[in-house]
Nanobody, 120 residues
């Protein structure tokens, strides 16, 4: 299993970023995927999840209405569109694979992470 994130960077408050994760080494369309984040000195936080076929999504309250998770099973990618970014969104963001088709299954693989910094 390989998960490779991209799209992180520095953005001003109120700005947008789109994170992308390219997956390989498994049947992508059979597994739910999630994005997590971890800020310095804070616990890791589940940000958003999407079921294997993309029909169901779930978001942390802190990002609901601002972030959108999506997937393209033909391209083996899962994206996180982040709008109206706030300084408290600053963190390393990780793409993860779950062990089944729903986002209630356990995470079993992690990407290397991509840094998102929201600052003026």
């Amino acid at each position: 299993v390989q998960l490779v994130e991209s799209g992180g960077g520095l953005v001003q408050p109120g700005g947008s970023l789109r994170l992308s994760c390219v997956a390989s080494g498994f049947t992508f369309s059979s597994y739910a995927m999630s994005w997590y984040r971890q800020a310095p000195g804070k616990e890791r936080e589940l940000v958003a999840s999407i079921s294997s076929r993309g029909g169901s999504t779930n978001y942390a309250d802190s990002v609901k209405g601002r972030f959108t998770i999506s997937r393209d099973n033909a391209k083996n990618t899962v994206d996180l569109q982040m709008n109206s970014l706030k300084p408290e969104d600053t963190a390393v963001y990780y793409c993860t694979k779950r062990g089944g088709g729903t986002f209630y299954s356990r995470v079993d693989s992690w990407g290397q992470g991509t840094q998102v910094t929201v600052s003026s």
